[in-house]
């Protein structure tokens, strides 16, 4: 396997990881109650999972084609950036919407999607 296509995958991983860390955080600090804090990132991170599995996991039943799931992953991965800039990360948001782009762009030239 090219070197090329591992770190993609790779990094694919950790940019999936990362949009539920983003999305959790922005759900923690939404409200200042105790309980709420707690329920609202776990609402927030189970809505990403399902659709992630839905429409995007390798083996969903009902999985995107291109160009459908290009669309997808980028709103996906732009709710996240938002979600780290609604929590107050900008800097943090611009790092991982460069690694999404950079993701993206290398699963694009070789054809990962």
Same mark, same amino acid.
């Given at each position: 396997?090219?070197?090329?296509?591992?770190?993609?995958?790779? *990094? +694919?991983?950790?940019?999936?990881?990362?949009?539920?860390?983003?999305?959790?955080?922005?759900?923690?600090?939404?409200?200042?109650?105790?309980?709420?804090?707690?329920?609202?990132?776990?609402?927030?991170? +189970?809505?990403?999972? /399902?659709?992630?599995?839905?429409?995007?996991?390798?083996?969903?039943?009902?999985?995107?084609? *291109?160009?459908?799931?290009?669309?997808?992953?980028?709103?996906?991965?732009?709710?996240?950036?938002?979600?780290? /800039?609604?929590?107050?990360?900008?800097?943090?948001?611009?790092?991982?919407?460069?690694?999404?782009?950079?993701?993206?762009?290398?699963?694009?030239?070789?054809?990962?999607?």
């Amino acid at each position: 396997m090219n070197i090329l296509v591992i770190i993609n995958h790779s *990094m +694919a991983f950790l940019l999936e990881l990362s949009v539920l860390a983003a999305v959790a955080l922005f759900g923690y600090r939404l409200s200042d109650h105790a309980i709420a804090r707690w329920i609202i990132p776990v609402i927030l991170v +189970a809505v990403v999972v /399902v659709l992630w599995g839905r429409f995007a996991a390798p083996n969903a039943q009902a999985r995107l084609v *291109m160009p459908n799931l290009l669309v997808f992953k980028i709103a996906i991965f732009a709710a996240g950036t938002a979600a780290l /800039v609604g929590a107050g990360q900008p800097v943090w948001a611009l790092l991982f919407g460069l690694c999404v782009a950079l993701h993206l762009a290398l699963a694009i030239a070789l054809d990962q999607l």
